[in-house]
């Protein structure tokens, strides 16, 4: 795997994203989470931003930024003392870096177990934790 470009605020801001996205299913789904992110970001298609963190923050992909989500408050503030996040700040380098392989096999998008969004209605998923993986979603 090949490191791709990223910068200071790219790294901040898929760490925040990670923890306010799956802090609670370990490095394991953070990693899963973080290669969503960059597969989008890579993909070039219409929810890719230019940078990691544009990708992150492109409206209505994450639901931890979105000003309502009870989410939005927690990821401002990541205390470093925490563990999860810790896990989401050794989570976004190490995908970012191209040290950890993709466990999601090129998945683009994801959902949480307990939803069913219409867009991976026909998809086959991968399931990681209490998340579900998906690629070829256009």
Request: glycine residues 10%.
């Amino acid at each position: 795997m090949a490191v791709i470009e990223f910068d200071k605020n790219d790294a901040e801001t898929l760490a925040r994203t990670l923890y306010g996205e799956a802090r609670g299913e370990g490095i394991d789904g953070m990693i899963a989470v973080a290669w969503v992110v960059r597969n989008r970001f890579e993909s070039g298609q219409w929810f890719a931003g230019k940078t990691v963190a544009e990708t992150c923050l492109k409206p209505a992909q994450f639901s931890c930024w979105n000003a309502d989500d009870p989410n939005a408050d927690l990821i401002v503030s990541l205390y470093p003392d925490e563990r999860a996040a810790q896990w989401s700040w050794f989570a976004a380098f190490g995908v970012l870096l191209g040290y950890w392989p993709d466990p999601t096999g090129g998945a683009t998008h994801y959902h949480a177990i307990d939803v069913d969004p219409h867009w991976a209605r026909g998809h086959t998923p991968i399931a990681i934790g209490r998340h579900k993986f998906y690629r070829g979603i256009a």
